[in-house]
């Protein structure tokens, strides 16, 4: 990247910055990385999003009282081992491209009766006011530990769904001009302490798909894709993206595909 660019990112993000919740929560990095040295020695508490996302899918509820035992995640009714590292995929039933949390979406309408919207009330947690889907993601996501990406564009639909989202990541727009690919597609790119990784090299790619979703350290909360796509999202001061929507599918086969081979090894431990 010329000089002159890289002049006009910091000083566009600085900017950008101060929208940011690390602006709302002035941080002191030394403390938060000391914070996270203890946490990383106590174990993860995504931990305990992945115990209450393993009872969550096994229990009755919503209008039909059924659990979401036999909802199809990608690798057939049922089954969680590894599903996490095929998606998104495409799916017959709904004749979409789905990620985890539009599929989950999709069965507790189907198996248990819960609408559309109640679904994805609560899709980003806050303190005491707890998500269902984010206990849920951590569980099922856990269960794909170790395990290699392996994520599909056989299906015409999966590959159109990738080229969206390569559209998507590259399409700059905004008051700063930004796009993904403005901050992540340099090697070697940081903004304060934080390494931006360039997710159109499969090494960084792999690396940053294959851990999350993770607690969040600096918010108190297991934090899935579809936060870190809003997140990012909100740092270019794009509208807020739609929670589980077809764009945000495609976008995230973007980068699943891009991870491919990478061992999958989340929920992690996030700044
Ligand atoms: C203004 C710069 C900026 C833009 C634009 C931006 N991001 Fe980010 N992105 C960041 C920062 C900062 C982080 C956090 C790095 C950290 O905390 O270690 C990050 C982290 C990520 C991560 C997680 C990386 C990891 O290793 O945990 C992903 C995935 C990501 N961004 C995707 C995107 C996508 C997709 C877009 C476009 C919608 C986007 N970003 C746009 C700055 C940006």
């Known amino acids: 990247m010329n000089p002159m660019f890289r002049g006009v990112l910091v000083v566009g993000f600085s900017a950008v910055a101060a929208a940011t919740a690390w602006a709302q929560k002035p941080s002191n990095t030394v403390q938060e990385i000391e914070r996270y040295r203890e946490l990383l020695q106590d174990g993860n508490p995504a931990e305990l999003w992945e115990a209450r996302g393993e009872a969550l899918w096994k229990e009755q509820r919503g209008p039909k009282h059924a659990s979401l035992e036999r909802c199809d995640i990608g690798l057939g009714p049922g089954v969680v081992k590894g599903a996490y590292t095929v998606l998104p995929r495409y799916f017959a039933d709904t004749d979409k491209v789905q990620d985890l949390e539009s599929r989950l ?33 951590a569980w099922i996501t856990s269960e794909s530990r170790g395990m290699k990406m392996n994520v599909s564009l056989d299906n015409p639909k999966e590959k159109e769904a990738y080229e969206i989202g390569k559209k998507m990541f590259f399409y700059r727009a905004g008051p700063h001009d930004f796009s993904c690919a403005t901050c992540h597609s340099h090697d070697g790119l940081r903004i304060r302490l934080q390494d931006l990784p360039n997710l159109t090299n499969p090494r960084d790619a792999q690396r940053a798909y294959t851990t999350w979703p993770g607690y969040r350290v600096s918010q108190g909360e297991v934090r899935t894709m579809q936060h870190r796509i809003f997140d990012c999202y909100r740092q270019q001061r794009f509208p807020e993206p739609g929670y589980a929507s077809d764009a945000v599918s495609a976008l995230t086969m973007y980068l699943a595909r891009n991870a491919n081979g990478g061992t999958y090894n989340a929920p992690a431990l996030k700044r």
Do not use: R, W, Y
């Open 105 to 137: 979406v999709t069965c507790m309408g189907a198996l248990q009766g819960i609408s559309e919207s109640d679904a994805k009330k609560v899709h980003f947690g806050n303190g005491p006011k707890k998500s269902v889907m984010e206990a849920v993601v």
